[in-house]
Each structure stands twice: as C-alpha cells, then as structure tokens.
C-alpha cells in the first residue's frame, strides 16, 4: 500500500498553524526563517521551494538568498554570521548538498545551535527533520495495523538503512540509535547487499540514484521508505521501482509525495518549537 506522505505532513502542519497563529496573535511573533541556497540543484531548488511554500502558509516569514555556486566559505560564514546575529530571525538551514570548497564539518557549526533547525550543529537542540519524518512514517504505520508500543514493535523488526550520506542515511541512522535500535547499514562495502536487502523487514533507502536494489529481492509484506531522490526528463524519481514494490510490500513511500512533504513539516516543526521554548527573539 503506498503512504500518503501529504496526508501526515498535513496533520502535523494543521497542529503547527494553532501554534503559529498563537505566537502571532497573542505574543506579536512571527517565526521567521532564512534559507540559504547555493547553486540550482533540482532537488535542493524544488525542497527550498516546498519550505517557502509551507512555511508561508503557517503565517511564517520564509526568506530564500540564494548564492552562487563559486561562493568561498569565508563569504559563505559571513552571510551566516549576519543571520545569526539578526534577533529577528528564528531559524537558519543551509541546503545540502553545498560545493566541493565548503568544509562541511566547520558548515555543521557555523549556525549557532539555537537557529539550526536543521541540526547539523552538534550542539543543535533539534533532531534532523529527515529521521523525524521516518520516525512519523513508522509511528504512523504502527498505529494503523499494530497494536504494541512503539519501541518494542521496532526492536522486533530488521531494519535496513541503505547508504549513509549526511542528509539521508546517517541522520536516520543516528536517530534510531538514540532509540536503542541498530540498524544494518549497506553501504559501498557491503558483500551481498541483496541478500541483506532480503532478510530486512524495514528497509530505508536513502542514495539518490535508480534501481538502487531489486524488488523482487525483498521480503513479502516488507515496509520500504524511500529518501533518495533524482531526476530524469523532467520528474523526480525515488531509489527504486515503485510499480515492482508494491507487489511485494505491505507498505512504501512514493516519490514524490511521501518523504518529502513530511520532512519539510517537521522543519517547520522545529522552527515553531525553537520559537515557542526560546522568545528571546521578541
């Protein structure tokens, strides 16, 4: 069965407009968040757009400032510095992937923690957007045709994560170990990934390319989340044949329209959080 992603992500967004229009209308706040873009990435351009959209929508104040791609980092931290000292501004991403002559682990830090909705700063008080999205497909999930507490129905299952990139895999990955859960990892290395893809009863794709492993490969009435994304002709495709898996599994992620709407409202989510628990920004 596919997921509808829009249908979750607009559960949680109708929960977020009753707090947005609280901070509004009742504290004279109006969140507001800075996106960085650089460069014209499809996907990054179409997710930057979907943020804007969202956050608009909530009565947030979205502003995009797009760089170009031979930005240096020094100019690069200099636009940052200027946000994070604008007590105006809520919440500050930089959208990955960033160039070559970007340090990313001096990037995780240039955002101070409290703005990093994002949470690459390790300091960040936020979880990634992406594994919460994962973790409210699989709440969503449980809830529907399971009758256990949570942690213990993932604990029983094998979980899969494929690749570990700093915007799909490792984040999740991440997550899920903060619950106690271990999940294998495929990368690179792995021997047989096939068979490993075969015996998960979750499996997590997250690498960004076609036909990333075969359907006819995984278990019956497996649950398959897709966070990889590209584009071909014009449309944007997920990690895998999406027609193949649904003949197998009991449950999978579209592309578009699963992952991705529900990791934009959980930014939003943290945007909103980082708001309502912190109004020195007033």
Sequence with gaps: MKIDGKKIADAILQELKKDTDDLINNKDIIPNLVIILIGNDPASVSYVKAKKTKGEKLGCLVKIETLPNSITQKELFSVIARYNNDNSVHGIIVQRPVPTQINKEELDR?????KDIDGFNPQSPFEFPIAIAV????????NQSYNVDFNSWLNSKKITVIGKGETGGGPVIKLLKKLNVNPTVIDSKTQDPEAVVGDSDIIISAVGKPNIFNASAIKEGSIVINLGMHKENGKFYGDFNEKEVEQKASFYTPTPGGVGPITVACL???LISGVKNNLIYS
Aim: aromatic share 6%; net charge neutral.
């Design 135 to 142: 973790l409210e497909i699989l709440h969503f999930l449980r």
């Design 110 to 114: 240039a955002i101070i923690p409290e």
């Design 268 to 270: 939003l989510k943290n």
